[in-house]
């Protein structure tokens, strides 16, 4: 249920160690695998091998082992292979050096040399290139020399339209991270864009994803298509963990009550109420109530403050109105607590703060709120806000919580700033959900849904057209119309919400093209997605 595994450089090496140690596994054996499989996605990429001209750089470690594996079967299959070795032969150890042997030995053409020359020869020359010059041990940053090889395959591969292929990780990539690791590039010095890490078509990654390889959407720029080869690492030891990071995948994903019981009726899923809105900011409100409903919640209740009641009931149709009690801002105040407290505890859970506004009674209503509720609830916006002024009111709340920050409220939460909290978006995700006791959703272009017992899952659908305002408001309310359909942990509908709602901008992206998409358009295709999750999923539900 939890989905594909993602793992650091670190928790790797300790996975394969055991395999070896535990299972009697030889580890010369996985590196076998592992060149085996860039084999196979070569044959793939270019359909014939025979007769083509390959270049294999490799490196001095096992990630260039893993290069003389596949380079020796290209051979066999017909290929015309030059190893370009950028290593010291004589310092050649372990797996890495029994593969050097066993290629001398068949005769394989292998350049010691370092030149870049001659590499930018066979370079020009060729059909394919295969990366396996750093792996996932390389942290700081790149040697020149490296850096230059790096330059010069992306160069050849980019301008002269040769495909590359990655071996485990791009070569340059931080495997933790996704952070390119050569020089930085300066006006003065474009050129080095080359040397960051190498560009490829396709990365053949062994048993599990590395983290760099999908935390961060621009890596795909260095990735190309991601494939995961088996290579014959124990389930066991994939999965056999407490708590992990996994990637969200659309056969993992649940619904609720699915499929749904014959004699069901509407309050047979759930009622939800949305507390939402103040002068100025009704849409939000809006989009939040209509994502409910869109997301199968079998009643939706805006709760708005009073003077916007008629508004609000212009605006929504299917969706029913209650009006409160207001402050002198037009918002939620203090003056509406008791009516919304009143209302809450009837009902199966809520979603709060979409457009609320930031006066100081609207702060302090929020925050009392939250003490105060003992329903599920998904906390969003400037509900956000008011939680910063005083972060001890998430360990007195009663009821479970999601909140749903972007990186600007993510930093407002912690205290710190956007930068800091983009350069490790999941550990501060994983350890805000962890101190506070709820989930954490980072939205983002790989947004992530951290729960408080450790585990993580990162997200891949979506699109940069959904970068419009509005859109957050549309996934708090299909969250709150999830959450109240069905009891299971929180983070179930929370990875369900995130994965639909990023479906929908693709599909209406595709339909309408990035630049114009609005949020609302994502309220159109929600159905479409939902539609082809409703084919019932053989997964325990827990």
Same mark, same amino acid.
């Given at each position: 249920?939890?989905?594909?595994?993602?793992?650091?450089?670190?928790?790797?090496? @300790?996975?394969?160690?055991?395999?070896?140690?535990?299972?009697?596994?030889?580890?010369?054996?996985?590196?076998?695998?592992?060149?085996?499989?860039?084999?196979?996605?070569?044959?793939? /990429?270019?359909?014939?091998? @025979?007769?083509?001209?390959?270049? =294999?750089?490799?490196?001095?470690?096992?990630?260039?082992?893993?290069?003389?594996?596949?380079?020796?079967? +290209?051979?066999?299959?017909?290929?015309?292979?030059?190893?370009?070795?950028?290593?010291?032969?004589?310092?050649?150890?372990?797996?890495?050096?029994?593969?050097? @042997?066993?290629?001398?030995?068949?005769?394989?053409?292998?350049?010691?040399?370092?030149?870049?020359?001659? &590499?930018?020869?066979?370079?020009?020359?060729?059909?394919?290139?295969?990366?396996?010059?750093?792996?996932?041990?390389?942290?700081?940053?790149?040697?020149?020399?490296?850096?230059?090889?790096?330059?010069?395959?992306?160069?050849?591969?980019?301008? %002269?339209?040769?495909?590359?292929?990655?071996?485990?990780?791009?070569?340059?990539?931080?495997?933790?991270?996704?952070?390119?690791?050569?020089?930085?590039?300066?006006?003065?010095?474009?050129? &080095?864009?080359?040397?960051?890490?190498?560009?490829? !078509?396709?990365?053949?990654?062994?048993?599990?994803?590395?983290?760099?390889?999908? =935390?961060?959407?621009?890596?795909?720029?260095?990735?190309?298509?991601?494939?995961?080869?088996?290579?014959?690492?124990?389930?066991?030891?994939?999965?056999?963990?407490?708590?992990?990071?996994?990637?969200?995948?659309?056969?993992?994903?649940?619904?609720?009550?699915?499929?749904?019981?014959?004699?069901?009726?509407?309050?047979?899923?759930?009622?939800?109420?949305?507390?939402?809105?103040?002068?100025?900011?009704?849409?939000?409100?809006?989009?939040?109530?209509?994502?409910?409903?869109?997301?199968?919640?079998?009643?939706?209740?805006?709760?708005?403050?009073?003077?916007?009641?008629?508004?609000?009931?212009?605006?929504?149709?299917? #969706?029913?109105?209650?009006?409160?009690?207001?402050?002198?801002?037009?918002?939620?105040?203090?003056?509406?607590? !008791?009516?919304?407290?009143? *209302?809450?505890?009837?009902?199966? %859970?809520?979603?709060?703060?979409?457009?609320?506004?930031?006066?100081?009674?609207?702060? #302090?209503?929020?925050?009392?709120?939250?003490?105060?509720?003992?329903?599920?609830?998904?906390? !969003?916006?400037?509900?956000? *806000?008011?939680?910063?002024? $005083?972060?001890?009111?998430?360990?007195?709340?009663?009821?479970? /919580?999601?909140?749903?920050?972007?990186?600007?409220?993510?930093?407002?939460?912690?205290?710190?700033?956007? $930068?800091?909290?983009?350069?490790?978006?999941?550990?501060?995700?994983?350890?805000? #959900?962890?101190? *506070?006791?709820?989930?954490?959703?980072?939205? %983002?272009?790989?947004?992530?849904?951290?729960?408080?017992?450790?585990?993580?899952?990162?997200?891949?659908?979506?699109?940069?057209?959904?970068?419009?305002?509005?859109?957050?408001?549309? &996934?708090?309310?299909? +969250?709150?119309? /999830?959450?109240?359909?069905?009891?299971?942990?929180?983070?179930?509908?929370?990875?369900?919400?995130?994965? =639909?709602?990023?479906? #929908?901008?693709?599909?209406?992206?595709?339909?309408?093209?990035?630049?114009?998409?609005?949020?609302?358009?994502?309220?159109? *295709? &929600?159905?479409?997605?939902?539609?082809? +999750?409703?084919?019932?999923?053989?997964?325990?539900? @827990?």
């Amino acid at each position: 249920m939890f989905g594909m595994r993602v793992v650091t450089a670190q928790e790797m090496r @300790e996975m394969d160690g055991r395999a070896t140690e535990i299972y009697g596994i030889p580890s010369v054996l996985l590196m076998e695998n592992a060149g085996r499989a860039v084999y196979d996605a070569a044959v793939e /990429l270019l359909e014939d091998v @025979e007769f083509r001209q390959v270049v =294999v750089v490799a490196g001095p470690g096992n990630n260039g082992g893993d290069g003389f594996v596949a380079a020796r079967h +290209l051979h066999n299959a017909g290929a015309f292979v030059t190893i370009f070795y950028f290593g010291d032969r004589e310092s050649a150890k372990g797996d890495a050096l029994t593969n050097i @042997e066993i290629a001398e030995k068949m005769g394989l053409e292998i350049d010691s040399s370092r030149d870049l020359d001659a &590499l930018d020869a066979a370079l020009d020359n060729c059909g394919l290139i295969i990366d396996a010059l750093l792996g996932t041990g390389v942290s700081g940053e790149l040697r020149p020399e490296m850096a230059a090889v790096i330059g010069r395959m992306n160069q050849h591969h980019v301008r %002269g339209r040769v495909p590359l292929i990655a071996v485990d990780i791009p070569s340059g990539l931080d495997a933790d991270t996704g952070r390119a690791l050569g020089p930085k590039v300066t006006q003065q010095n474009p050129e &080095l864009f080359w040397q960051s890490a190498v560009q490829a !078509d396709v990365t053949v990654t062994f048993a599990c994803p590395k983290l760099g390889l999908v =935390v961060d959407a621009d890596t795909e720029i260095y990735t190309g298509a991601i494939v995961v080869a088996d290579i014959g690492t124990p389930k066991e030891e994939i999965y056999g963990i407490e708590t992990g990071v996994f990637l969200l995948e659309e056969d993992n994903i649940l619904l609720p009550n699915n499929p749904r019981p014959a004699g069901a009726h509407k309050g047979t899923f759930g009622h939800l109420a949305v507390v939402a809105g103040s002068v100025g900011m009704t849409g939000a409100a809006t989009l939040a109530a209509e994502a409910a409903l869109r997301g199968g919640a079998g009643l939706v209740t805006l709760l708005v403050p009073e003077s916007l009641n008629d508004i609000m009931e212009v605006k929504v149709t299917e #969706a029913m109105t209650i009006p409160v009690p207001e402050g002198k801002a037009r918002a939620f105040g203090m003056a509406s607590l !008791d009516k919304v407290l009143e *209302y809450v505890g009837k009902w199966d %859970g809520a979603v709060i703060g979409p457009g609320f506004g930031r006066d100081e009674d609207t702060v #302090a209503f929020t925050q009392e709120l939250i003490r105060r509720i003992d329903k599920p609830a998904v906390v !969003d916006a400037d509900a956000l *806000y008011a939680i910063s002024r $005083d972060l001890s009111v998430l360990k007195e709340c009663k009821g479970q /919580l999601v909140l749903t920050p972007h990186p600007g409220e993510m930093a407002m939460l912690l205290g710190t700033s956007i $930068d800091a909290v983009q350069s490790n978006r999941l550990e501060a995700a994983r350890k805000f #959900a962890q101190d *506070y006791g709820v989930i954490l959703v980072l939205k %983002g272009a790989r947004t992530i849904i951290a729960e408080p017992g450790g585990n993580a899952f990162l997200n891949t659908t979506g699109t940069p057209g959904m970068a419009t305002g509005g859109t957050g408001d549309v &996934l708090t309310g299909l +969250l709150g119309g /999830l959450v109240v359909q069905e009891e299971m942990p929180l983070w179930t509908w929370a990875n369900t919400a995130v994965f =639909v709602h990023g479906k #929908a901008g693709e599909l209406a992206s595709e339909e309408l093209g990035e630049s114009a998409m609005i949020a609302s358009d994502l309220l159109k *295709y &929600l159905p479409a997605v939902l539609k082809e +999750l409703e084919i019932p999923r053989q997964i325990e539900r @827990e």
